[in-house]
């Protein structure tokens, strides 16, 4: 499995998304694009992004009936998309319709990343509003399970659960993990965060990186940077 830095494109219309991507002469980054971008922009802008040759996750976090899933996977996969995303809460039904739905005519097909709990859902809210009362570390280690049988990829995860992820799921089930920052940077509303290489040598497969990199004075050496400290181990 290659290591990557995936930049956050979290942009509100395409004219910043592509102003920014101009400043990439020599690179071509791997993007993510997010519901703000893709519900505003809609699918053109990944045909776009994707027309200049870039690597792009879509991250809409797909929850729903698995016949309305697969349908909807389907689409994303025609999309030429490299890697997309849901949530495991739809159960393995869910997943398992997804991935019969994003599997193309010759067999190939974009990574599918499962969502667990959303780092926003904190255990207390977990155990009063969804009646679930297993420690919510245990918790995203079985959605993560449940992820890795029903065939999927890998997850989204905390840097700090990549290692215990690999060790429950496998070497090969991927992590995708935000909540990355330089050692001397600012760290804004990210709670529990881990610089790149820290972030390598716990074991994730690909970061994901953006006001570091989108609000840097100099973007393309932020990334170069990024790209140093977590593949390169520089
Ligand atoms: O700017 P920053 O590096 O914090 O951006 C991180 C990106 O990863 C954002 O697009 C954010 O929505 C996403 N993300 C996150 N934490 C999660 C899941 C996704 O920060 N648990």
Redesign the pocket.
């Known amino acids: 499995m290659g290591k990557d830095v995936i930049i ?1 494109l ?1 942009f509100a219309d395409e004219n910043e998304v592509f102003s920014f991507l101009d400043l990439f002469k020599e690179e071509k980054p791997f993007v ?1 694009i ?1 519901m703000e971008l893709y519900y505003s922009q809609g699918p053109d802008i990944v045909k776009k992004i994707k027309e200049r040759g870039h690597k792009i996750f879509v991250d809409l976090k797909l929850h729903d009936i698995p016949t309305t899933v697969k349908k909807s996977m389907k689409v994303l996969s025609k999309l030429d998309v490299d890697m997309c995303n849901l949530h495991a809460a739809g159960t393995s039904a869910m997943m398992e319709a997804a991935i019969e739905g994003l599997t193309r005519e010759d067999g190939t097909r974009p990574l599918l990343i499962a969502v667990t709990q ?2 926003s859902t904190d255990e207390e809210r977990m155990r009063n509003e969804l009646l679930i009362n297993e420690p919510i570390d245990k918790v995203v280690m079985h959605y993560a399970y449940n992820a890795k049988k029903s065939g999927l990829d890998g997850v ?1 995860c905390s840097p700090l659960e990549a290692g215990k992820v690999h060790e429950v799921c496998g070497s090969d089930f991927v992590t995708v993990t ?3 920052r330089f050692a001397d940077g600012d760290v ?1 509303d ?1 709670k529990r965060v881990t610089t790149p290489a820290k972030a390598n040598e716990i074991g994730s497969d690909y970061i ?5 990199i989108t609000q840097a004075e100099d973007p393309v050496a932020a990334y170069r940077r990024c790209v140093n400290e977590f593949v390169k181990g520089e």
Request: proline share 12%; aromatic share 0%; hydrophobic share 35%.
């Open positions: 956050a979290d993510k997010g959303l780092t989204v935000p909540g990355v804004g990210q994901v990186v953006g006001r570091p």
